[in-house]
């Protein structure tokens, strides 16, 4: 018989870049209840993972309380208990199975009789070399590569065979060898191993703040002291390293090594995180509004009263899916309404057949697509994508296919509580149904906080950005670095009064405040 616990999947994360966590892995962090999660782990990873999964963090930095190994063996244990059925993954730096202690994890589920499985991640002892440029084997250069841990501090001399080690022609790869480095390379060259054997570092690799460092065996303590080696770093030993010096890749973009805090909601953000991480940069995406379905749409019955906005949600009576035989016109002005108002239909028992023969109106090609997921064609799309343009192109259709003999709209606005009154501008009495809300966000996960507090610098795309921005730090206790890229002279005046000091776009667009930006870390 099988029990009733929760599963646990360990998941290798891979060595930084989120792109190179695997397809198994993101699926199941996007359906985890818990995440039990490493310090390695990068928040662009984090950031996949299910917004309502309870997040565990088992490896603070060095100088907080980290969690012992055995500690973190019974925690999993006991989510699997408390979550029956549920998901609980178990997120470690690179492959789980690489010096991540994960068999280790894994005999103590067996023991105590929790289904798991094994998510294998790309190890950083093979991608971290491949983003430096120095492939791990190479025909004529290196026939085996070998990954060594260095860490056994005191012991170093006990758990490796430094005679065997410095025979060996292969190429050598140490994790967690940093800080015995120049104990380890004296010993090899003690054993027999040509001190001028090339050597590189790579510190962080992978991700924005990659960096490689060459040296020689000999020369291995002292350019650790010189170039300041911090760990996460590897240490990759054998003629392969020399490639490196023509296959280096990897360019140093403008914005290379920096945090930014993108305070826009994640979808909006897309277009402006994508555009700073691809010049280099480390997003950490934190909107400051989130949007929530409706439990059922609610009705704005009188246009006059539009204005009802989050505060009246209650006042407003919640729509009946039988009322939608009034209307011959459903017009969707957002992905969030289309997701929201299927969900509401589902949840009512219904089926997209209630909407056999109406018309479908969006405002633009994103929203079409999204209704083109459920099935559903668009029939009016205005040309210029906006608000203004279906409202006009609604309300120029023959009128009797928009409106009853008496005056009565056939249309249905279905949209979230912020939307504004353009549409019904243009179309009086067309009925508004409010499918979702827009609320501030009120707390930001652990993780977040972290990352926010290390950021360089963050960006405000408006004045309540800024303003819920410094709210939800205060709440949180927390302290970060007062640089503002501001977009607009509001954003940043409001940013100045907070005490940030600003950087504003010339013009309000975000290809002119990614350009500012790039300039700013240019001169600094
Ligand atoms: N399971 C991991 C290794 C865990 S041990 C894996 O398969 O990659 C942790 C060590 O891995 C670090 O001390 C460092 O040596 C190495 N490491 C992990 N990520 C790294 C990165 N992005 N850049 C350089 N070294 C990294």
Redesign the pocket.
Known sequence: MMSDFGKVFLI?AG??DPGLLTLRGKEILERADVVVYDR?VSPAILSMCNANAKMVDVGKMPTHHKVKQSEINKLLVQFAQEYPQGIIARL?????F???RGGEEALELVDADVEFEIVP?I???IS?PAYAGIPVSHRGIATSFHIITGHEKENAELSLDFEALAKCPGTLIF???IANMDFIARRLIECGKDPKTPLAF??????PYQRTVMATLETAGETIVRENVT????TIMGGVVELGKTLAWKKNLPLSGKRLVVTRAAKQSSGISTRLAALGAEVIETPMIETRTLDKPLVVCHPERSEAKSKDLDQNCSADFNALANFDILAFTSTNGVESFFKQLFDAGCDVRVLAGKKIASVGKITEKKLLEYGIRCDYVPEDHTAEGLGKLLASLPADSHLEPNGESKILLLQGNLADDTLLKYLPHATRWIVYETLPVSDLPEWKREAVATADAIVFASTSAVNNFVKLSASADLEFKPLAFCIGRMTESAAKEHGFNTVVSEETTMESLVKKIVEYFGRN
């Open positions: 290798g060595p930084g390695l470690k730096g690179g492959d789980p690489v010096f991540g991640g190890t950083s002892a971290v994790l967690m060898g790579i510190e962080k690799g992978t991700t760990a996460p770093a590897i």
